[in-house]
């Protein structure tokens, strides 16, 4: 199969390919990025030089004269779009690119996909297009989508467009909608490296409002898994959610944390709440498991275990990244070739 994935140099496009082409030996995956600041092409370099099952195109989703060029060349079979601009605090500092990237340069994939006659798009989504909910109950699939943020809103506009496209135009569009994932490669703006790097500096641990939101974490893996199950087995035009049954607060994953690394609790910070901060998200992932055989393998526990235990072994991709060394690495390495 000849997959194209876009957004691959971001945290969990990494994971993905990475995992993919190790499970399929008949698998060939083009990696389309545009390298924004959440782009990391190291992070997939061993590949470049030494995998020929892939290929990495820098460009832009919203890029139709580059999307049409790839997608007639190539004959792909499969498109599986996990580019976007990702960050709910960037989204309301500046809603501008989430909503270019997200909802504007999804509907221009979708478009060359279908002009192009891929057979199969699955389209990367979250659980935060339904908003919040109260300290009962669970998302399906068919729970309203109420966006709170711009981040949010802009990731439900995309599922819409991409519904739209199923039932006009019969395009076999496949959405996923997933939990907060975690795991290698995930760049530390996001709460989990974030607070790791901070607390092995002994630097303040922000925590937005009394920290008793709770979210779902899932380890990217099994994000990754859900992601394969779709593409694989899933019913075109369905919706699948996707989650890690790991409700948490981030005060108990800031504190859990926090005694992994051997560091004390007076590090945090309670900082002023996020506006519009969603109260609490929980995913009813039944439809996923029933149809497509999805369960999550890795337990919070394990999963933060295991997720710090790569950052202290990969401290020079973390400095590399808190440096901005990396856009700087990647252009010495072109000049040299
Ligand atoms: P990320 O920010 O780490 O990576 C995004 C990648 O997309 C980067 O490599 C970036 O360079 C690329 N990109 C951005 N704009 C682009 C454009 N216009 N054209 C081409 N490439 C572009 O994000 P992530 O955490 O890996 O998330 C991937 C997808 O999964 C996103 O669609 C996100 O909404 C969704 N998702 C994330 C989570 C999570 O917890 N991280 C949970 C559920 C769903």
């Given at each position: 199969?000849?997959?194209?994935?876009?957004?691959?140099?971001?945290?969990?496009?990494?994971?993905?390919?990475?995992?993919?082409?190790?499970?399929?030996?008949?698998?060939?995956?083009?990696?389309?990025?545009?390298?924004?600041?959440?782009?990391?092409?190291?992070?997939?370099?061993?590949?470049?030089?030494?995998?020929?099952?892939?290929?990495?195109?820098?460009?832009?989703?919203?890029?139709?004269?580059?999307?049409?060029?790839?997608?007639?060349?190539?004959?792909?079979?499969?498109?599986?779009?996990?580019?976007?601009?990702?960050?709910?605090?960037?989204?309301?500092?500046?809603?501008?690119?989430?909503?270019?990237?997200?909802?504007?340069?999804?509907?221009?994939?979708?478009?060359?996909?279908?002009?192009?006659?891929?057979?199969?798009?699955?389209?990367?989504?979250?659980d935060e297009v339904?908003?919040?909910?109260?300290?009962?109950?669970?998302?399906?699939?068919?729970?309203?989508?109420?966006?709170?943020?711009?981040?949010?809103?802009?990731?439900?506009g995309a599922d819409?467009?991409?519904?739209?496209?199923?039932?006009?135009?019969?395009?076999?569009?496949?959405?996923?909608?997933?939990?907060?994932?975690?795991?290698?490669?995930?760049?530390?703006?996001?709460?989990?490296?974030?607070?790791?790097?901070?607390?092995?500096?002994?630097?303040?641990?922000?925590?937005?409002?009394?920290?008793?939101?709770?979210?779902?974490?899932?380890?990217?893996?099994?994000?990754?898994?859900?992601?394969?199950?779709?593409?694989?087995?899933?019913?075109?035009?369905?919706?699948?959610?996707?989650?890690?049954?790991?409700?948490?607060?981030?005060?108990?994953?800031?504190?859990?944390?926090?005694?992994?690394?051997?560091?004390?609790?007076?590090?945090?910070?309670?900082?002023?709440?996020?506006?519009?901060?969603?109260?609490?998200?929980?995913?009813?992932?039944?439809?996923?498991?029933?149809?497509?055989?999805?369960?999550?393998?890795?337990?919070?526990?394990?999963?933060?275990?295991?997720?710090?235990?790569?950052?202290?072994?990969?401290?020079?991709?973390?400095?590399?990244?808190?440096?901005?060394?990396?856009?700087?690495?990647?252009?010495?390495?072109?000049?040299?070739?």
């Amino acid at each position: 199969m000849k997959v194209l994935i876009t957004g691959g140099c971001g945290f969990i496009g990494t994971n993905f390919i990475r995992l993919m082409l190790e499970k399929h030996p008949d698998w060939s995956i083009t990696n389309l990025d545009k390298l924004t600041y959440a782009g990391n092409r190291l992070n997939l370099l061993d590949l470049e030089e030494n995998e020929a099952r892939y290929s990495f195109v820098r460009g832009d989703i919203g890029d139709r004269d580059l999307l049409m060029d790839l997608l007639s060349g190539k004959a792909f079979d499969a498109v599986v779009n996990f580019a976007a601009e990702s960050h709910v605090d960037r989204s309301i500092n500046d809603p501008a690119p989430f909503v270019t990237t997200n909802i504007l340069g999804t509907q221009t994939l979708l478009e060359c996909a279908r002009q192009c006659h891929v057979s199969r798009f699955v389209h990367i989504s979250t659980d935060e297009v339904y908003g919040t909910l109260g300290n009962v109950g669970q998302f399906i699939e068919t729970t309203p989508l109420t966006p709170n943020s711009p981040y949010s809103a802009s990731k439900a506009g995309a599922d819409l467009m991409a519904r739209a496209y199923f039932e006009t135009y019969g395009f076999p569009v496949l959405i996923t909608r997933c939990s907060n994932n975690y795991g290698p490669y995930q760049f530390p703006e996001k709460l989990i490296p974030l607070m790791y790097m901070n607390a092995i500096n002994d630097r303040p641990l922000p925590v937005y409002g009394d920290g008793t939101n709770i979210r779902d974490w899932i380890y990217v893996d099994d994000h990754c898994l859900g992601v394969e199950l779709t593409l694989l087995k899933g019913r075109e035009g369905q919706v699948y959610n996707f989650g890690g049954d790991a409700e948490e607060t981030n005060i108990n994953v800031v504190k859990t944390l926090l005694s992994i690394v051997g560091k004390p609790e007076s590090l945090i910070t309670y900082v002023t709440d996020r506006p519009g901060h969603d109260k609490r998200y929980a995913m009813n992932f039944a439809l996923a498991a029933e149809e497509l055989g999805f369960a999550p393998t890795v337990s919070f526990a394990t999963g933060l275990q295991k997720t710090i235990a790569w950052y202290e072994s990969n401290q020079q991709w973390l400095n590399q990244v808190q440096s901005g060394e990396y856009k700087n690495f990647m252009d010495r390495w072109y000049k040299e070739r």
